[in-house]
């Protein structure tokens, strides 16, 4: 059925537009009830876009009633717990000659805040995470072009030869395809190399909006969407699981998004490979595309409640874990989210560098307590969570408690590139 047919609750009149008339006309219980119906029975997912967009609309008490269905899908899916991990973002190298013109943290060789770690640095980096109590590291870097493709499997067996039990959550679509034109090796031989170094996830970053009219303005065409799409597909099918994201709120529009959530709910149900949906919105403040006049100031607060609760519609009976940003947004806006249709606010990061250079105020790290303070409110339990939504070890929660509030150090940023990935 295309996936504009309007099919079960639609197929009553009761459509997007029709939805907010009547939450307006003070019949949102009974119709929020019906919505909850189709989209259990996996009818909503499939309506019609211009309805999607209506409850993306939603304002006022229908934003309210949206946010009211999204919560309770979110708790027939995964319960009242609200998750995180304790990981340690290492971004490896910042030197980047891609171009995405909504990017801060890319630097020419010569930039005075130019830096690429050395293995023992990323190793040293893992260590200390470890000791920590984390579960991950996530990394991710700049394409450097002197980087060969190998060099993402020495990085990889490097933080496994350090701390075999951690997890490696590593390297981004746009990385994957990088090291495949750098090496020669298909997508799928190269994922089979990465998994084998020791890669357990791919961070499905680089995704932006699955659109390549709004990819050619932002990134210049770097990783058109049906890349993106082959190397997470290809990924899923090798038993590598990954996350899926969207970045909304600069020149998009809300069709954009609602297009992207139809892409990423077709390889949900093609692969069941998806670990989360992480929504993020656009920082503007630093962006060169910003900058240059050409990107709106990121999304608005009525958007940002709208878009993660639609999320969690469009996606339920696909997806389970909704993931906002504590990064992007600040804590009562993440408190907004999180009571509309939200379950994870990701992880204590440990140390971050993108979104900061990009302009975000939210820090760089967040510890335990920290986490427990910004949800206190909501009255809902805190759980930390592995990578793959399992329970952590009696072992790495006693480690995580013990050094709830240390913050890790970053220390010899300026460096040349590690011999062994020469």
């Known amino acids: 059925m295309p996936a504009n047919a ?26 929020a009830g019906k919505i909850e119906d189709a989209v259990r029975s996996g009818a909503l997912p499939a309506g ?34 609200i998750t995180y991990v304790v ?42 995470a470890w000791q920590a109590g984390a579960t991950e590291v996530c990394m991710q870097g700049g394409i450097h072009p002197d980087l060969p493709g190998t060099a993402y499997f020495d990085l990889a067996a490097e933080v496994k030869r350090r701390c075999p039990d951690l997890h490696v959550h590593a390297f981004s679509p746009m990385e994957v395809v990088n090291g495949t034109a750098r090496t020669g090796l298909p997508i799928r031989e190269w994922l089979a190399r990465a998994r084998e170094a020791g890669v357990g996830s ?37 038993g590598i699981p990954t996350t899926a994201t969207m970045m909304y709120g600069h020149v998009d529009t809300p069709a954009h998004w609602v297009g992207h959530l139809r892409v990423i ?69 993440c408190r907004d989210v999180l009571s509309g249709g939200v379950n994870d606010i990701g992880g204590t990061l440990m140390e971050e560098t993108i979104s900061r250079m990009a302009g975000s105020q939210q820090g760089s790290y967040r510890t335990i307590s920290e986490l427990a303070a910004m949800v206190t409110p909501l009255g809902r339990p805190l759980r930390q969570r ?35 990935t020469r």
């Not at 009553?12 to 009974?30: F, N, P, Q, T, Y």
């Not at 609309?57 to 027939?76: M, T």
């Not at 303005?217 to 049906?226: D, E, I, N, Q, Y």
Request: aromatic residues 6%; proline residues 4%; contains cysteine.
């Open 202 to 238: 791919l961070p499905g970053t680089a995704a932006e909006i699955l659109d390549d009219e709004v990819r050619w303005v932002l990134t210049k065409g770097k990783l058109p969407a049906s890349a993106w799409t082959e190397v997470i597909t290809t990924a899923h099918e090798l």
């Open 48 to 81: 019609t876009d211009a309805q999607a967009l209506a409850l993306l609309d939603a304002d006022g008490p229908e934003l309210e009633a949206l946010a009211g269905l999204a919560d309770a899908l979110r708790r027939d899916a995964v319960g009242d717990d």
């Open 87 to 128: 990981t340690r973002n290492i971004n490896f190298t910042n030197v980047c000659y891609t171009g995405c013109r909504f990017c801060a943290f890319a630097q020419r060789r010569t930039d005075a805040d130019a830096y690429t770690l050395s293995l023992a640095q990323v190793g040293d980096r893992a260590e200390e």
């Open 265 to 333: 709910r077709g390889i949900a149900e093609r692969t069941g490979g998806f670990t989360e949906f992480v929504l993020l919105p656009f920082v503007h403040d630093s962006a060169p595309i910003y900058l240059a006049g050409l990107a709106r100031p990121g999304p608005t607060r009525r958007e940002n409640r709208a878009v993660h609760a639609l999320s969690r519609v469009m996606l339920h009976g696909a997806i389970s874990n909704i993931q906002c940003s504590w990064v992007k947004l600040a804590g009562e806006l």
């Open 386 to 420: 592995t990578t793959l939504y399992g329970n952590p070890s009696a072992e790495r929660l006693a480690a995580s408690a013990a050094s709830d509030g240390v913050c890790m150090s970053v220390r010899g940023n300026r460096t040349t590139l590690p011999v062994a």
């Open 6 to 31: 309007p099919i079960g609750v639609f197929d009553s009149g009761i459509g997007g537009l029709s939805v907010l008339r009547e939450i307006r006309a003070g019949a949102g219980a009974a119709l």
